[in-house]
């Protein structure tokens, strides 16, 4: 199913060592001024709503989570200057692309790096849950009480709006030698990226126009109409609703929204297609073919490919079948389910936008900054597409800058080899929020196609 959305995406945190009377805290201030040999603080990996959001209290000591290290790279200048170059017109590197085998060997973390990571994890009593591709991260498993000792932080439950989210008071510091290898650590936090649909009203209202509305017929209550203007109407407005003066009175256009009887109207692939000159493309052979597009999106649709289907029934487009669409789930799902909205959308409108263009849907297994960032990087490491796309976003309150700093990493890794180019579409908000960074939008390589609203199937 098609909705109108918006897409959308460096959040500065400052490390504060608060005095507390408990001794397990004080040593963790203690440790503040130790030298790097003994360890290391990982900076600004607090999202910064734990200076200002209530603190609803410590987490489940119990509770199993799982954390990432993400390793530092080597050279990393070097790779930021070389990755700029390839885009360099007047560079002898232009387009002389990097194979994931190159970034390896020259940038990543070494092999020997990611067993002493490993080794940290273990003396604090942490299992392995896996090793990231070319060793960039580590990801570990074990109860909030030990991570809360291996990395000596406290985890806290906070009231951010209506949000109650699970962060670090402040931010990790790892022991010994396996602490200067560390550039991040994810998972302390539980933030999530989200898929902001445009709201629309479920009901239009008590006018009379807005009856006329909900009293439509519709042929296809599957697919939005291409009808969005069905005649005009007038609406008069009083003071308090009365009929006290004054009465303003206002005609024009009758929109299609939807209603109880009427999905609404949408774009359709073919108004799209000629609008952006699309189908001047195609006649010239520029349909996609050869090219392959990454979708990123979690938890799963058990029935997505019989909905993209149906979707390509209804508007004259090549069916989807094992040949040019795979769905590749990093992890297993436990929140797969039938009919994913934001699923449909992202599938069936890349289709429709390139109908010659071969699909892989990436599917983490939830939300969390954690999940999506490792299958994205799955997407760059893997080059399981010339594209990824993406429709989901987060306020960069949400995020501590370690973690912004790790969607900018996969996208420069991404755009190093053939393909994979710097569009990464995400989503922003057309409801009124206020002006806020969104993320991963705010990280280098990324662009952001304009609003739109689009016709899909349920």
């Avoid at 649909?197 to 006329?212: D, E, N």
């Avoid at 599957?222 to 005009?232: E, I, L, P, V």
């Avoid at 009083?238 to 009427?262: H, R, V």
């Amino acid at each position: 199913m098609a909705e109108g959305k918006s897409k959308a995406a460096d959040a500065s945190v400052i490390f504060r060592c608060l005095s507390y009377v408990t001794v397990a805290v004080v040593m963790g201030c203690t440790f503040l001024s130790a030298s790097p040999k003994d360890g290391k603080l990982v900076t600004n990996n607090t999202p910064s709503y734990v200076e200002s959001a209530k603190n609803l209290g410590t987490e489940n000591p119990a509770k199993l989570i799982e954390v990432s290290l993400w390793l530092q790279l080597h050279n990393r200048s070097e790779f930021d200057a070389l990755t700029q170059s390839l885009y360099d017109r007047t560079s002898p590197n232009y387009h002389h692309w990097l194979k994931q085998s190159d970034i390896a060997a020259r940038f990543a973390p070494t092999t020997q790096e990611a067993k002493t990571v490993q080794e940290f994890i273990a003396a604090h009593n942490l299992q392995l849950v896996k090793m990231g591709p070319s060793n960039f991260y580590v990801r570990a498993r074990g109860t909030v009480s030990d991570v809360e000792k291996a990395f000596h932080v406290q985890l806290n439950n906070y009231q951010v709006g209506d949000k109650t989210i699970r962060s670090n008071a402040s931010d990790p510091y790892i022991e010994g030698v396996a602490g200067p290898l560390v550039r991040a650590v994810s998972g302390l936090d539980t933030g999530e990226f989200e898929h902001t649909l445009v709201i629309r009203p479920t009901s239009l209202g008590r006018s009379k126009s807005a009856a006329t509305a909900q009293a439509m017929a519709v042929s296809n209550p599957d697919f939005f109409s291409a009808q969005c203007f069905t005649g005009t109407e007038k609406e008069s407005f009083s003071t308090n609703g009365d009929g006290e003066l004054p009465i303003g009175t206002y005609s024009g256009n009758k929109l299609n929204l939807e209603s109880q009887t009427s999905p609404g109207c949408g774009y359709t692939p073919a108004e799209i297609q000629t609008a952006y000159n699309l189908t001047g493309l195609y006649n010239k052979g520029f349909n996609g073919a050869g090219q392959t597009i990454a979708i990123v999106d979690w938890c799963g649709s058990f029935s997505i490919q019989d909905d993209a289907n149906a979707f390509s029934t209804q508007f004259g487009l090549p069916q989807l079948t094992s040949s040019n669409f795979n769905i590749i789930y990093t992890a297993h799902s436990e929140c797969i389910t039938f009919d994913q909205t934001e699923i449909n959308l992202d599938v069936e409108w890349a289709h429709a936008i390139a109908p010659g263009a071969n699909i892989n849907l990436v599917v983490p297994p939830s939300p969390s900054f954690q999940d999506v960032d490792e299958a994205e990087f799955d997407v760059a490491n893997r080059s399981l597409g010339n594209v990824l796309s993406g429709s989901f976003g987060s306020p960069e309150v949400f995020l501590a800058a370690t973690e912004v700093e790790t969607e900018s990493l996969i996208a420069e890794i991404g755009a190093a080899p053939p393909g994979f180019p710097s569009t990464t579409p995400r989503e922003i908000p057309a409801t009124s929020r206020p002006l806020m960074v969104f993320s991963p939008l705010s990280a280098l390589r990324q662009t952001l196609p304009g609003p739109r609203r689009l016709a899909g199937s349920v």
